[in-house]
């Protein structure tokens, strides 16, 4: 079993009005050091173990589903369980 | 100037109906060996050095706007950067 997490965010270049959103709230609760704040997706996958190489399966899922790869980049995280 | 990447998660106990909507589709565009998805919120911040310690501020931070303390805990990772 593999335990997978993932990280999702907005490539540099497009805008993030979310994060800017977030921001300005920060900067008026009197966080004025906070400059910039961007936001993505954070997300743990549970995978069983098939015959297929896990790296390429998780490279699959990214591409299909869990990010836009027009705007967005993602890089993953993969933690092999023993199960007893 | 600190770049802090902050990874929000709902607890463990709360339910992910969102993180079950994607277990589904993938289970249907047959990634069968996927059996559990959670998702969470990544979010990396650029915050100036100011007269505060960084981990109480962006302790702070997380408590008050970023994570909702009663259904998801929250990690952080700190880097300082050297601004040339």
């Excluded at 079993?1 to 008026?28: C, F, W």
């Excluded at 910039?36 to 399966?57: A, F, H, P």
Aim: aromatic share 8%.
């Amino acid at each position: 079993m593999y335990k997978v997490k993932v990280y999702v965010i907005l490539r540099e270049s497009v805008l993030d009005p979310q994060g800017q959103a977030v921001t300005h709230s920060l900067n008026s609760l009197n966080y004025r050091e906070v400059t910039d704040v961007r936001i993505g997706k954070y997300m743990e996958l549970t995978i069983e173990k098939s015959e297929r190489e896990i790296n390429e399966v998780v490279d699959e899922i990214c591409h299909k589903l869990l990010a836009n790869p027009v705007i967005e980049d993602y890089r993953y995280e993969i933690e092999e369980c023993v199960v007893q």
